[in-house]
């Protein structure tokens, strides 16, 4: 078993932590920055100082746009107080606005209201972007920021101006903020950690993760769970999956109509499942390399020990996918063929064009949160959630708020919000070789990340590979996934799927309103854009669940017994019922 790096190597692989601690004021630099961090969750201020220095002085030097300005703000004024009524209200992206489709927000004065609203953000939008001089990531942080604090005073959020809010209280004699005010106390204890961060009616083993099976094999990182068959014969190669370490495995085992696993075990597969343990201070030194021994590697040799299969098929989402494809790569360099295929779900390996998620991550960003890690030892939850939660500020945030609080509803009902609650730590070494390494330097698409010394390809990966993007990812934007395309001398099937980061992955046969696109591709294709791609593939009715079981099923063998539950080795012997016991570390 690899052990656990030692401190010999710092965090910051490009500069010794040594050295900057020897610069003069280092020590009360790095103080001064952590306590920062700790005030803002770990967005510098600094950063969005010189995003607002850089706007405020190219746009003072641009008489002309100006000029664009303020006659765009007399037509908004006009269009507001004389067009009037019935006039469709849009969004800053011409989209219809799910704020205000209600037939109270139609009438006379709120319609107004909302149209003032949307047009006064439209125009702040406008005013900070298309000023000449500009850096782009500095327009691009101006416009993110101008929609959070023109979504935070949307008339929407206040109760007095809210036709939904007022007619809800008159027809309930005010109960609806009565209840809303006991969900607004339910919340505050929970971020106090007064009670337990996943509500009832929800529970991780009783109505989440419940899919039957054991852990079959644990180490110091994670737990290996062995899922129990349910066919009477399966294919002869054992599924590996690699989830993130963000958040907890079981998003891919929520209740039993949605879950992952089941289905894939019901399609006749051996699925093992990987859960990463909640680190610690003391686990402060763990580094992407022992996720990728520990964790990937350890799975990988148990799975196929139990199974006795040759091969295995693997999988990964999110994090635990680029993880997944490091692995892959240097399996594949060094001569390892034990992959039948590898599968990708909304997975980045380039990072150039990740999406909103890049205007929180810069070198100021980084530093903050690097001096943040090394007084605790890992990023806490609620920096990360934080931090996901700005980049869907009106859904996260603000329209929830408003069910909750002002219209006394409860959305605590939903099995994809209780797993969003229950967060996880990171490790600081971890964290901080994942955000400079792979978001800020982009070495693993530019050959520069190193396995044992040396740099890994994704050309060396010869197993077939399917890949999944969702529509609407404001992670991992699918035409960043779509990437994977240039990197790769593989077969590649890719797939765009309807909804999101996670509500696109989480897509069970039979829910409404599904799609996807499927394109299979050979070694020796050609690169299309991602435009071009989309154009050519029509969308399909469905879920992709099931044309990737099919995938699986045509990469795989003839079906054979079920393997017993850790029956070939006695070091991977049944440990303890699924879901073991890291998932339940707080």
Same mark, same amino acid.
């Given at each position: 078993m690899a052990k656990l790096s030692g401190r010999t190597r710092k965090y910051r692989d490009d500069k010794p932590r040594a050295v900057?601690?020897?610069?003069? =004021?280092?020590?009360?630099?790095?103080?001064?920055?952590?306590?920062?961090?700790?005030?803002?969750?770990?967005?510098?201020?600094?950063?969005?100082?010189?995003?607002?220095?850089?706007?405020?002085?190219?746009?003072?030097?641009?008489? &002309?746009?100006?000029?664009? %300005?303020?006659?765009?703000?007399?037509?908004? $004024?006009?269009?507001?107080?004389?067009? !009037?009524?019935?006039?469709?209200?849009?969004?800053?992206?011409?989209?219809?606005?799910?704020?205000?489709?209600?037939?109270?927000?139609q009438k006379f004065p709120f319609n107004l209201l909302a149209q003032a609203h949307q047009r006064q953000r439209q125009w702040w939008l406008d005013a900070m972007t298309g000023v000449r001089g500009v850096e782009p990531a500095h327009e691009n942080l101006m416009a993110f920021v101008t929609g959070l604090l023109s979504d935070a005073v949307a008339p929407s959020n206040f109760p007095a101006i809210n036709p939904d809010v007022i007619s809800a209280s008159l027809s309930e004699n005010g109960l609806n903020l009565v209840r809303g005010s006991r969900n607004f106390a339910k919340d505050m204890a929970t /971020?106090? =950690?007064?009670?337990p961060a996943v509500s009832q009616p929800f529970e991780v083993g009783r109505n989440l993760a419940t899919t039957a099976g054991k852990v079959v094999f644990r180490n110091k990182l994670m737990e290996l769970i062995q899922y129990a068959p349910t066919t009477d014969t399966v294919c002869p190669e054992p599924i590996l999956i690699v989830p993130a370490w963000i958040l907890k495995y079981y998003v891919l085992d929520l209740s039993p109509h949605n879950s992952f696993v089941r289905f894939l075990v019901d399609q006749g597969f051996t699925v093992f499942m990987i859960s990463w343990k909640n680190?610690?201070?003391?686990?402060?030194?763990?580094? #992407?390399?022992? +996720?990728?021994?520990?964790?990937?590697?350890?799975?990988?040799?148990?799975?196929?020990?139990?199974?006795? $299969?040759?091969?295995?098929?693997?999988?990964? +989402?999110?994090? &635990?996918?680029?993880?997944?494809?490091?692995?892959?790569?240097?399996? =594949?360099?060094?001569?390892?063929d034990r992959l039948a295929s590898v599968s990708l779900l909304a997975t980045q390996v380039d990072f150039s064009e990740p999406g909103p998620l890049r205007l929180l991550i810069n070198e100021a960003e980084v530093a903050m949160v690097e001096e943040m890690m090394e007084r605790q030892g890992y990023l806490s939850s609620?920096?990360?959630?934080?931090?996901? $939660? /700005?980049?869907?500020?009106?859904?996260?945030?603000?329209?929830?708020?408003? *069910?909750?609080?002002?219209?006394?509803?409860?959305?605590?009902?939903?099995?994809?919000?209780? @797993?969003?609650?229950?967060?996880?730590?990171?490790p600081a070494r971890m964290h901080s070789q994942y955000l400079r390494q792979l978001f800020l330097n982009n070495d693993l698409a530019q050959g520069r990340y190193l396995v044992k010394g040396k740099p890994v390809g994704f050309g060396a990966i010869r197993a077939p590979i399917f890949a999944v993007g969702t529509e609407e990812d404001d992670v991992?934007?699918?035409?960043?996934? +779509?990437?994977?395309?240039?990197?790769?001398?593989?077969?590649?099937?890719?797939?765009?799927? *309807? =909804?999101?980061?996670?509500t696109g992955i989480i897509s069970a046969p039979g829910q409404p309103e599904q799609h996807f696109r499927m394109g299979r591709g050979s070694a020796d294709s050609g690169y299309r854009e991602p435009e071009e791609w989309l154009a050519e593939h029509e969308a399909e009715d469905g879920s992709w669940w099931v044309a990737?079981?099919? @995938? %699986?099923?045509?990469?795989? !063998?003839?079906?054979?017994?079920?393997?017993? #539950?850790?029956?070939?080795? !006695?070091?991977?012997?049944?440990?303890?019922?699924?879901p073991g016991t890291y998932v339940m570390q707080r």
């Open positions: 900057m601690r020897a610069q003069a =004021g280092g020590l009360s630099d790095a103080s001064a920055r952590a306590s920062e961090g700790g005030v803002t969750r770990g967005l510098s201020p600094l950063v969005l100082t010189r995003a607002w220095m850089d706007w405020a002085v190219h746009l003072a030097a641009s008489p &002309g746009k100006q000029m664009q %300005l303020l006659q765009q703000a007399m037509e908004n $004024a006009q269009a507001v107080f004389a067009a !009037g009524l019935g006039e469709t209200l849009s969004g800053a992206d011409g989209a219809a606005d799910p704020r205000f489709d209600s037939a109270e927000w /971020l106090s =950690g007064l009670v680190p610690l201070p003391e686990d402060r030194d763990i580094g #992407m390399e022992d +996720y990728r021994q520990l964790g990937v590697m350890a799975a990988i040799n148990a799975a196929i020990k139990i199974t006795g $299969a040759p091969r295995l098929h693997t999988l990964g +989402y999110c994090l &635990g996918g680029t993880l997944l494809s490091i692995a892959a790569a240097a399996m =594949g360099r060094d001569g390892d609620d920096s990360m959630a934080g931090a996901f $939660a /700005l980049l869907r500020a009106r859904d996260l945030l603000w329209t929830r708020a408003i *069910n909750n609080y002002l219209l006394g509803r409860q959305d605590d009902g939903l099995d994809l919000m209780a @797993w969003h609650a229950d967060a996880t730590r990171l991992a934007p699918w035409t960043s996934v +779509y990437k994977l395309h240039l990197f790769t001398r593989s077969e590649v099937t890719f797939v765009l799927t *309807n =909804g999101g980061h996670n990737f079981a099919r @995938w %699986l099923g045509e990469h795989s !063998g003839e079906a054979v017994s079920p393997p017993q #539950m850790g029956a070939r080795s !006695g070091a991977c012997k049944a440990i303890c019922d699924a």
